[in-house]
C-alpha cells in the first residue's frame, strides 16, 4: 500500500461513511475499478477509527448531555420526553439491539455477496428513497419524539443497510422523515446510533485477527484524512436534510446505480 492509496482509502471511508452513498459500495467500486488494495485489517479499523472520533466530536453537545444525565437523581432510564438526553440510552440501546441480531446474520453473506448487479439495484432503491424526501410528509404531534417500537424499526433499517448500496445514514435519516420525526432530531439520531454500529462493526472484523502494522505513516495518514473527511460529510448532511434537500444526492445513486449495471457486463 502506498501514501496515495492511503489516503483515497481514507477520503472514501470519511466521505461515505455519513452521506447517503455507502461506503461499503464504494470501498468495493474503488477496488474494482481502481485497482486498489483491499485495505488490511489493521487499516481498515484505523479508517472506521477515523470516523468514529469524527462523530464523537461533531455530537460532543448531545453526548455530554446523554452522559450527565446518568449521574442525575432518580436514575431511570424511562422518562418523559422533558429529560430527552437520558431517554436516548434506552432508545439508542433499542435501536443496536436489532441492528447487531441482523449484522450477524448476514455478516457472511454480505462478505462472499458482493456483485455489480447487487449494489446497482440497492443504488437504484436508495435512489428512489431520497426522491420520496422531497414529499412532505405529515410531522408528528411532537416531531422530537421518538417511541421504543420506533426505534426497534429504526435498528432494523439501519441493520439492513450493511449489504452495500443501500446507505447506513441515508436509509435511517429517510425512514425517520417519512414516520414523521423532525429532520434535525432524526439527523443527529442517526448518527448517535452509528457511534454502536461502527463498534461493533469493528469487533465482528477483529475476530479474523489484526495484521501487521509496518508503516505508521501511511496508518496516521488514513486515519487523518477519514477523520477530517468524516467531519465534513456529517456536516453536509446536517446541512441538507435540514434544509429538506436531501433528495440533491439522488442524481449521484443514480449515477452509481447505471454505473454498476453496466460494469456487470465486463467483470
Not at 187 to 197: N, Q
Request: aromatic share 14%; hydrophobic share 50%.
Amino acid at each position: 500500500m502506498t501514501t496515495s492509496d492511503a489516503l483515497v482509502l481514507g477520503l472514501i471511508q470519511g466521505v461515505t461513511e455519513f452521506l447517503p452513498v455507502s461506503s461499503s459500495a464504494h470501498l468495493f467500486l474503488a477496488h474494482q475499478l481502481l485497482g486498489l488494495q483491499e485495505p488490511r485489517l489493521a487499516f481498515d479499523l484505523i479508517l472506521h477509527l477515523g470516523t468514529l472520533v469524527a462523530v464523537l466530536y461533531f455530537l460532543r453537545s448531545e453526548i455530554t448531555q446523554i452522559v450527565a444525565s446518568m449521574f442525575r437523581s432518580k436514575p431511570s432510564l424511562w422518562l418523559p420526553p422533558s429529560d430527552w438526553s437520558r431517554r436516548d440510552i434506552m432508545l439508542i440501546i433499542l435501536s443496536s439491539l436489532p441492528t447487531g441480531v441482523i449484522g450477524v446474520m448476514f455478516h457472511d453473506m454480505v462478505e462472499s455477496g458482493i456483485t455489480f448487479w447487487g449494489v446497482g439495484a440497492r443504488y437504484l432503491v436508495l435512489s428512489v428513497a431520497l426522491l420520496l424526501t422531497r414529499i412532505r410528509f405529515t410531522r408528528k404531534d411532537d416531531p422530537n419524539r421518538i417511541e421504543w417500537w420506533e426505534a426497534l424499526l429504526i435498528g432494523v433499517v439501519q441493520g439492513f443497510a450493511v449489504f452495500p448500496g443501500l446507505s447506513r445514514s441515508g436509509s435511517t435519516i429517510i425512514f425517520m422523515l417519512i414516520i414523521g420525526i423532525a429532520p434535525l432530531r432524526a439527523v443527529k439520531y442517526s448518527f448517535l446510533i452509528s457511534i454502536p454500529a461502527i463498534l461493533g462493526g469493528t469487533l465482528m472484523a477483529m475476530r479474523h485477527g489484526i495484521s501487521e502494522i509496518h508503516d505508521p505513516t501511511l496508518f496516521v495518514t488514513g486515519f487523518l484524512v477519514a477523520m477530517v473527511s468524516g467531519y465534513i460529510a456529517l456536516w453536509l448532511v446536517e446541512h441538507f436534510v435540514s434544509r429538506g434537500r436531501f433528495y440533491y444526492f439522488a442524481p449521484y445513486t443514480v449515477f452509481l446505480s447505471a454505473l454498476c449495471f453496466t460494469m456487470n457486463f465486463y467483470f
